[in-house]
């Protein structure tokens, strides 16, 4: 186990919610990167918090929005739902030091309706 | 552009050795990552590559040719446990030195 932490396990939202999912991440990593995977795929790049700040955000809408707090856990917030929102949301932890890999935690799977 | 290029399945028997292959546009990476992901899971680190060359772990290998934008994972005395998806995975440089770029995954299924 990483010691990375999601909540909730799954979720099932209808279109137009909206959803919040939590991440804590691993003892001694600042930095909190959020993807998103669908069936079949590789997981995309969401954004990547560091020392409470966005610190880079990959190809997705303003609907998709975060936070880190000042202990380094984060949330993803998801507005106005769609159906293709449904995936697998994957947190992964990371400090500022070579070579800066990522441990996941074990994500939450939204599914929405 | 960071397009990731690997088979999409592969098999092999117990006890075998196989090689997954990652291509990979040269411009736009600094590293390799291999990631392991069992259905259902999250994905778990394997292995890094910087420089040219291979980097041994146990019963895992990586091998990166920068200037080929090539990589491959090696995986020795396969077992039954190693069916999983392997992902290759790019990491940025510059101001996205921190971002993923993830594969589509190469599903091996190891027959007994």
């Known amino acids: 186990e990483t010691g990375v932490t999601q909540s909730p396990t799954h979720l099932i939202k209808t279109r137009g919610q909206q959803v919040t999912l939590r991440c804590s991440s691993q003892?001694?990593?600042?930095?909190v990167s959020w993807y998103q995977q669908a069936l079949g795929q590789g997981p995309q790049f969401i954004f990547q918090y560091y020392r409470e700040e966005e610190n880079g955000r990959g190809n997705f809408p303003p609907r998709f929005s975060g936070l880190q707090f000042p202990n380094y856990s984060s949330e993803l917030n998801v507005n106005a739902l769609e159906l293709d929102d449904s995936a697998l949301y994957l947190c992964?932890?990371?400090?500022?030091?070579?070579?800066?890999?990522?441990?996941f935690g074990p994500g939450t799977r939204l599914t929405v309706t | 552009g960071q397009n990731i290029d690997q088979p999409t399945e592969m098999t092999a028997t117990e006890g075998a050795i196989v090689q997954i292959n990652c291509t990979y546009q040269?411009?736009?990476?600094?590293?390799l990552f291999w990631y392991q992901q069992h259905a259902g899971e999250a994905p778990t680190f394997l292995s890094y590559?910087?420089?040219?060359g291979l980097e041994e772990k146990g019963r895992f290998s990586s091998f990166l040719s920068r200037s080929k934008g090539y990589s491959y994972l090696l995986l020795k005395e396969l077992q039954m446990k190693d069916s999983a998806s392997y992902l290759c995975v790019g990491r940025g440089r510059g101001s996205t030195l921190g971002r993923l770029y993830f594969g589509r995954g190469t599903q091996l299924t190891v027959w007994p």
């Open positions: 590559n910087v420089l040219d």
């Open positions: 040269t411009s736009g990476f600094n590293g």
């Open positions: 003892s001694g990593h600042n930095t």
């Open positions: 992964a932890s990371s400090s500022q030091r070579e070579p800066y890999e990522q441990y």
